[in-house]
Structure formats: structure tokens, C-alpha cells
């Protein structure tokens, strides 16, 4: 699906450890400003405990998880707009991702400097989100000079844009995040083709040292923003999950639960970025592969059998479709069959969640 998510955050909040322990990737993680200059990237598998249930039942030969493309982007700071601190190059890095994940610092510490001296998470949040509403600001005045040359020479549909433009600038001008406001399907196209940072939608990331009660406070001051704004937050210990993924598959279930953990921050990461960046996800099960495909929530059955193949969308006759829930509670896809829990589906078929689909197609 090509879904890429940019990680940022001042210099030194932890960015490239969560970033090396999401994806493995190795990249250098100093203590010291600009360590990352070009971005780095990295693919995420997002972990599914269904799809192991699922190659399990099928005795599948092949089991492959869905993927999020991450880019660990190099810490902007103040002035970034004007660019400073290579902040031009970084800031068109920002623009060509889906959602931001925003690492804020949430831990003490005289061992990782702070660039402004001292951790104060809000302030942090506002120093990057001043820069990328000062540069939509810039972005936004030139589009719009541009289009009110058209309106000039009479083009109606380019009035109508400059009045969303005009309304976009004066509510940067007030410091509103543009993310969290609603927008027309015709609005929402503009923003698109805009690429205007701060209409992105945003995962704050709290960093967390391994005392997490001493982080409580601020991590409740990054909750109480969140909240403000409709956004989500999740917390992770870079330094735990960086330890984590550097142990071999087999012993980091022991090591959750030495910590007393369930699960690893990492896979709430992505289940939290498959929710911003409203994603579902079907699947396909055989005895060759079973697999997890995500795709945005409400694509209808012919274009979901398209990620697939383009052949499958083209050729589409049906979908056979089952939930996993079904699947789970009959034990076998013959039960789920005889218990008339097995549906045949035409074009007009919405993909839900969980669905088990087997797609017919003829080219």
C-alpha cells in the first residue's frame, strides 16, 4: 500500500532508538543534535496474532505479516522553518509521509543532553508545531498568489479555493493545528494536494525512561494535549524495546514478562498507526500462505482484490467471504461452511475487519 509513517521530534528525544527497535535497522543513534541528517527508512512488520492462528489451521507454509514504511527524520529545532538547522531539507522530508509520529521526551536524565537544556514535553511540542505551521503559512501564501491570478481572469472554481486558502492562513495565524478540524471531501482534496504539514494526523509518542512512574507528570501533560485535540498518545521506553528487539525471537516472551508486560510498545505502535491512518485489515489463508492484507476502511471487494493483483480487480466475479471470529469459534473452515456462515459476496461488498477472503476472478 506504500503507507509511510515519519517519525520527529527535537534532537535527542529518543527518535532513533524507537526507530532502530520498530524496525531493526541499525541506524546511528547519538547523544548529540543532527546524528540523523538524511532520513532514514525502515519497514515495521506489524504484528497480528491471527495470522499465526491462521497459518496454524491452514498449516500454511508461508505466513506474512502487513508492513508500515517508517522514516526516522532528523530532529528539527527552532528556526527550522527558516532553515535552521538544516530545517528546509528536513521539512520537505516531513511532507511526503501519510501520518507523523511525534516522539516527545518524557524522561529525566543528565546522561542524554536536551537542546533547549532542560525537558519540558509541551514546550517541546510546540516548538516543533510552531515550525511546520510557520512553513504550511509560507506554502499556503505562494499557492495562493498564484490562484488569485486565476480568479482574476475569471476562473470561478479558483475563487472558491482562495477563500479555503484565506480560511486555512488565518487559522495557522491563531495557531490552530489544521489536523483536527473537519473538512469537506473537496477541502480534504485540496489539503492533499497541498501537502501541508500540519494537516497530517498525528501519533504523539511519550518516551518513557524504565521508572515510569517518575515520568507520570509529564506523560499526563502530553495525555491532557492529546485529548484537547481529538488526537491519540501511546507511551513506550525506547531504551526497554531497544533491548527487546536486539534479544532472539524465542526469549522476548520472557522478557515481557520479567517486566510485567503483555505486549511490547512496539506492537501497540502500529496498532495505533493502522488506526490513524484509519486502516483495516483482511486476510487470505491456504495451505501455500496465509496473510494479512491492510487496506483503508471502506474500500469495496473488487478494489481490495486489486492490492492483490490488478488482474483479481479487473477479472472480479465474487468474493468468498467468512469472518475469523467464525473461524475460530467452528475450528475449521468446513464447519464454518456447514453452519451457513460462509457468504458469497458481489462488487458493491464492503471489506470489514477480519474478514477471510478468497477472491474469484476470470481475465
Keep these: 500500500m506504500g503507507l509511510c509513517c515519519g517519525m520527529i521530534g527535537l534532537p535527542n528525544v529518543g527518535k ?12 546511528l543513534a547519538a547523544n548529540y543534535p543532527f546524528a540523523t541528517v538524511d532520513p532514514n527508512t525502515g519497514i515495521a512488520l506489524v504484528p497480528d496474532p ?41 521539512l520537505g522530508h516531513i511532507r511526503e509521509v501519510d501520518a507523523l509520529l511525534h516522539v516527545v521526551r518524557c ?8 537542546v533547549s537544556g ?11 508545531e510552531t515550525e511546520l505551521m510557520l512553513a504550511d ?9 498564484k490562484t488569485e491570478k486565476k480568479v482574476r481572469a475569471g476562473d470561478k472554481k479558483a475563487a472558491v479555493e482562495v477563500e479555503f486558502l484565506t480560511r486555512l492562513i488565518g487559522l495557522l495565524d491563531k495557531g490552530k493545528w489544521l489536523g ?62 531497544a533491548e527487546l528487539s536486539s534479544l532472539p525471537e524465542a526469549e522476548r516472551a520472557d522478557f515481557l514478562k520479567e517486566m510485567g508486560l503483555t505486549e511490547s510498545g512496539l506492537v501497540r505502535l502500529t496498532r495505533e498507526a493502522y488506526i490513524l491512518l484509519n486502516i483495516i485489515t483482511f486476510f487470505t489463508a491456504g495451505e501455500i500462505e496465509s496473510r494479512a492484507w491492510p487496506i483503508p476502511k471502506g474500500m469495496k471487494a473488487p478494489q481490495a482484490a486489486g492490492k492483490i493483483h490488478s488482474d483479481m480487480e479487473r477479472g472480479f466475479i465474487r468474493a468468498e467471504v467468512y469472518y475469523y471470529d467464525d473461524l475460530l469459534a467452528c475450528g475449521s473452515e468446513a464447519k464454518v461452511k456447514e453452519k451457513g456462515l460462509f457468504r458469497l459476496e458481489g462488487k458493491d461488498y464492503v471489506i470489514k475487519e477480519a474478514d477471510i477472503v478468497y477472491f474469484r476472478f476470470n481475465v
Excluded at 506554502?139 to 498568489?145: F, G
Design 137 to 145: 503559512l509560507e506554502a499556503l501564501d505562494r499557492r495562493k498568489q
Design 180 to 241: 483536527n478540524l473537519t473538512y469537506t471531501v473537496e477541502e480534504r482534496a485540496l489539503l492533499t494536494e497541498c501537502q501541508l504539514l500540519s494537516s497530517k494526523p498525528v501519533l504523539f509518542v511519550a518516551n518513557v525512561s524504565e521508572q515510569v512512574s517518575s515520568d507520570e507528570a509529564m506523560v499526563k501533560a502530553v495525555r491532557e494535549l492529546a485529548d484537547e485535540r481529538g488526537a491519540r498518545v501511546i507511551t513506550i521506553c525506547g531504551q526497554l524495546e
Design 107 to 114: 524522561f529525566q536524565g543528565t546522561d542524554v543532553v536536551h
Design 16 to 27: 532513533t532508538t524507537v526507530f532502530n527497535a520498530l524496525t531493526g535497522s541499525g541506524a
Design 50 to 90: 491471527r495470522l499465526g492462528v491462521l497459518t496454524d489451521l491452514f498449516k500454511s507454509k508461508k505466513m506474512t505479516y502487513s508492513t508500515l514504511e517508517v522514516r526516522d527524520i532528523a530532529g528539527l529545532v527552532e528556526g527550522a522553518s527558516k532553515g535552521e538547522g538544516l530545517g528546509n531539507q528536513f
Design 118 to 128: 532542560g525537558v519540558d514535553p509541551i514546550r517541546d511540542i510546540g516548538v516543533i
